[in-house]
């Protein structure tokens, strides 16, 4: 049967941040409903939209280039699709983008860069923290294979982490081993700003500059390598 396969960058802030997956899901779910979209379902007593989050998005933090890929029943415009839904968006979660992609594609994420603001008095204390847990062995064996960076930059905390089929680093585990969980209890906000996907590359997405000196190509290629092409502790 005919069809087309979309995938949706958006961005999930506001009030919204404290959406659970599943209600997002369900939001998705309603907005194709009221948009009249012809959307495919899945199978069973209980059918849903055939749609997929690259990544689920922890409770509370902001998403600033979040995925869902969804299948329809018939071909429609790319930019008809993406009008509709966005007509019918609540308000925290704004559409970014539409493209079509195989049907047989499904992203996988390989990186995704968290961001923190600090309080200018912390900046330097906290990067001297995020120089000295990179060089150390011991004490987050667990964490180590999916760090890709720690830096301080504008007054924010920045965490390049890999994502694997097997796990990823949380970032508010990374922020309370650097010592600055007080600031999550203080009311400052986690902000997932890249999510990149191991079919997205240059020069159709270039990755983000977040201003990581070591960011850029090398580390995304790390990312998908695997273990090896990571550096040593």
């Known amino acids: ?63 600033l280039d979040e995925v869902v890929e969804l299948e329809l029943l018939d071909v429609l415009p790319p930019d008809d699709v993406l009008a509709r839904l966005a007509h019918q968006a609540p308000a925290g979660l704004e559409l970014a983008s539409l493209r079509g992609i195989p049907t047989n594609l ?34 987050w064996v667990d964490l180590r294979p999916y760090v890709l960076g720690l830096w ?9 982490l890999r994502i694997t089929p097997t796990g990823s680093a949380r970032a508010d585990e990374l922020v309370k081993l650097l010592g600055a969980g007080d600031l999550l209890d203080a009311g400052f906000v986690l902000e997932r700003t890249t999510l990149e996907l191991v079919d997205e590359t240059a020069p159709d ?21 695997g273990d090896d092409a990571l550096p040593d502790c």
């Open 1 to 63: 049967m005919a069809g087309d396969k979309f995938r949706i960058r958006f961005r999930k802030r506001g009030d919204l941040r404290f959406l659970s997956h599943h209600d997002l899901m369900r939001t998705f779910e309603r907005m194709l409903r009221r948009a009249a979209i012809p959307f495919r379902s899945t199978g069973g007593f209980h059918p849903k939209p055939r749609m997929v989050f690259a990544q689920s998005l922890p409770l509370g933090v902001i998403g």
């Open 106 to 139: 499904t992203g996988q994420p390989v990186r995704a860069v968290y961001r923190l603001p600090v309080p200018t008095d912390r900046g330097t204390d906290l990067a001297e923290r995020c120089s000295a847990l990179l060089a150390r062995p011991d004490c």
């Open 152 to 160: 301080v930059r504008d007054d924010s905390l920045w965490m390049n």
């Open 205 to 225: 997405r270039p990755p983000s500059d977040v201003g990581d000196p070591a960011d850029g190509a090398a580390l995304a290629a790390a990312a998908v390598a």
